[in-house]
Nanobody, 117 residues
Framework: QVQLVEFGGGLVQPGGSLRLSCAAS????????LDWYRQAPDKQRDLVAT???????VYADSVSGRFTISTDNAKKTVYLQMNSLKPEDTAVYYC???????????WGQGTQVTVSS
């Protein structure tokens, strides 16, 4: 069973930067794609960025040019570098993995990011 644990959330001022980390363990050879999602209060969980095992990336329009997703395969970790943060980036950020077989999806527990002065 793939387990995902996020680190790095916190409070940051508008315009600031933050880096989230997500460490994967257990059956990581099954991981096809790693994602970052976020969910603001009373809103649905939205995709922020994805990276495939081949290194291809996709970003939501709202974060393109400000956020960067990357992986360290040796450390089995995926990162989300967030720059030029805005108050509307405030949300719980979740790491997710698409797997090659059952259960096909794994989620981390989430980490809070708050952008406020």
């Amino acid at each position: 069973q793939v387990q995902l644990v996020e680190f790095g959330g916190g409070l940051v001022q508008p315009g600031g930067s933050l880096r989230l980390s997500c460490a994967a363990s257990g059956g990581t050879s099954k991981i096809v794609r790693l994602d970052w999602y976020r969910q603001a209060p009373d809103k649905q969980r939205d995709l922020v960025a994805t990276i495939t095992s081949a290194g291809s990336t996709v970003y939501a329009d709202s974060v393109s040019g400000r956020f960067t997703i990357s992986t360290d395969n040796a450390k089995k970790t995926v990162y989300l570098q967030m720059n030029s943060l805005k108050p509307e980036d405030t949300a719980v950020y979740y790491c997710g993995a698409i797997l090659s077989d059952y259960p096909f999806r794994s989620w981390g527990q989430g980490t809070q990011v708050t952008v406020s002065s």
